[in-house]
């Protein structure tokens, strides 16, 4: 016991913590196993202290601490016992699977149940979803954050929370005082959101005092901690589609604060805070998450009234956060969709002329001339059409096709490709994209990157171009020497709709090799 307490106090460098935990551990279980109760707490407390040493995890498995400590936790039943071993047992297996080992076949007992089974998750969903101290919550949700990084365990988590309906108790623990179990809870809730985001919602906006308590505003820039950008996050990442959370926020009157916030954070750079720039990029998804859903008459006014596209087309170009330039092509892409359906003819009044790019003809009347969008063939303006060509939003989109994160691309082009769609001019689209080398740029990024999906909208794109954009397009086209040996590799490795677009771009170009003499 001596030992056992002398290791839990005292303070060791690195290579006596393994040479220690080696030496110590079996004899530390033998005395949680059957010592008295002063034995066994201090036993707890230097194994609580040795696993918290990551490389030491592995010789913990080996030692048999996984199946002593899910005993402890499952199990045994002490009943005057005055500490709460499960407490100490859940500490020292969250910090053990913490460690980076291969969880999913770990044996967790005797009778061959291992940690990626029903057995296992469904018991700490139990014991999560009875009364239990926030100390042993902590720790049980650290343990299922560990499952969810296997896709076999995070389906059985999922499913326990779903039929266990355990939701509703992590949903509650968002509102517990103690910031660690809030913070670790949101965290555990921002993962199984692609699995079950609309029951989230469903808890979420039946609980007291949110969604708008996740959007509480730091008194200052500096002041932003982890607890603020998981809970903007977390809002970010619930299902975009859900006008129920949509409608919640804007209820809550929650844009114009996140906009102020947002001007704040870039005034005084992501580097005010440590947590600034996760917070920045949590605030931009919420943002994006109202253009979703714009078939609402309360979000249309939403977007038009804070001017959305330009708000957008700012970020793109005003951050550092690959994340932010993503959310903002997303949303210019979600508004651009709506365009050419809100952009009319236009009305013919008495007014002045105005400045407007060259893209923006005008209708003939004796009274006045008025603004056309060639595009989408009516009045368009950023603000009430949300159209990226009078945003100038265009420029800076084809900038990030040039982008080294495939995902900032990827966005970027699909916003893009709303000003491709048979609903438009595609023959004025086209123009107009030639004026600014878009194809250059398209060109470009097909060479570049090899995602599939980066693929078929580039090779869309590319076709589009061959099709309306003239000899002068033909030519950017054809003479791109490395582009054949790209269409073929395409041909060849890529799905069905991918191997299609290649294949009329090659023969369109005359470069079809004849596969049957190869």
Known sequence: ????????????????????AERASPPLVKMIQSGNTMSRREAFKALARISSYQPNGKMLVEAGVVQIMVEEMFTRRICDEPMNSKIEAAAILANIFESGLDLENLRVNSHGHIVSSNYFAYNIIYMLKNSTPDDLNINLIRILLCLTKTTKSTAIVVSAVKTTEASYNLTEFINNPHEELGIITIKLLCTLSPYMGHILVERLCKTRGQPENLLQRPTDITQITERHAVSAKYLAQLPHQNVTLNIALLSKNVVATILQTINQIQRRGTRSSRYAS????????????????????????LARHYNFTLVFTELLMRTSSDEVQRLSAVGLENLSS??????????????????????????????????????????????????????????????????????????????????????????????????????????????DHQQEGLW???????????????????????????????????????????????????????????????
Not at 6 to 16: M, N, P, Q, R, V
Not at 485 to 497: E, I, K, M, Y
Request: proline share 3%; net charge neutral.
């Open 338 to 447: 709506e365009s050419i359906s809100l952009s009319k003819p236009p009305q013919i009044t008495k007014a002045k002329s105005m400045k407007l790019s060259k893209f923006l003809s005008f209708g003939s009347s004796k009274q006045s001339k008025i603004p056309v969008c060639a595009v989408h063939r009516g009045a368009c303006s950023s603000q009430n059409t949300f159209c990226l060509v009078d945003a100038k939003a265009v420029e800076k989109l084809l900038a990030c096709l040039d982008h080294e994160n495939v995902e900032v691309a990827e966005a970027a082009l699909s916003a893009i490709c709303t000003l491709l769609d048979d609903k438009v001019d595609v023959d004025q689209s086209v123009n107009m994209l030639s004026e600014v080398n878009a194809i250059k740029h398209v060109l470009k990024l097909v060479k």
């Open 1 to 20: 016991m001596e030992m056992a307490s002398y290791l839990g106090e005292i303070a060791l460098g690195h290579d006596s913590e393994t040479c220690v």
């Open 456 to 518: 078929q909208k580039s090779l869309w794109v590319i076709e589009k171009f061959l099709v309306k954009g003239g000899d002068k397009s033909s030519s950017d086209i054809s003479q791109d020497r490395l582009l054949p040996a790209t269409l073929v590799s395409a041909f060849h490795h890529g799905d069905g709709n991918t191997r299609q677009l290649a294949e009329k771009i090659l023969r369109h170009l005359n470069k079809m090799p004849n596969f049957s003499t190869c």
């Open 278 to 301: 996760a917070y920045l990029e949590g605030l931009v998804g919420i943002l994006v998450r109202f253009t979703a859903t714009l078939y609402e008459p309360q979000m249309l006014f």
